[in-house]
């Protein structure tokens, strides 16, 4: 019911910036909420930040004043515009968007396949 394409991923300075969007195509589903995830080889998955569609936004401690989550509800994508980024902001970006199926109960979680973002000089 939901594909999430990624873009934006790559390599940048310490200091630098980079902006990240995840475009979800539909199919009797509607999104309550969208985020991005980040995960470092060996580490846990974590989360980063998201918004609902009401645009309540929810930020780790760790990106506070660095990122900002956006979204255009009408296209259905979410954005993560990353500045001042540092060495330890190195990890798969992860999209992800939860909501609710058509005519079925409950909500339901979907992933993109990441994109690897290295912040290294």
Known sequence: ???????????????????????????????????????ASGKRRELVADITSGGSTNYADSVKGRFTISRDNAKNTVYLQMSSLKPEDTAVY????????????????????GTQVTVSS
């Open 94 to 113: 992860y999209c992800n968007a939860r909501g609710r199926i058509t005519r079925m109960v409950g909500e339901y979680m979907y992933w993109g396949q």
């Open 1 to 39: 019911q939901v594909q999430l394409v990624e873009s934006g991923g790559g390599l940048v300075q310490p200091g630098g910036s980079l902006r990240l969007s995840c475009a979800a195509s539909l199919s009797a589903f509607s999104i309550n909420a969208m985020g991005w995830y980040r995960q």
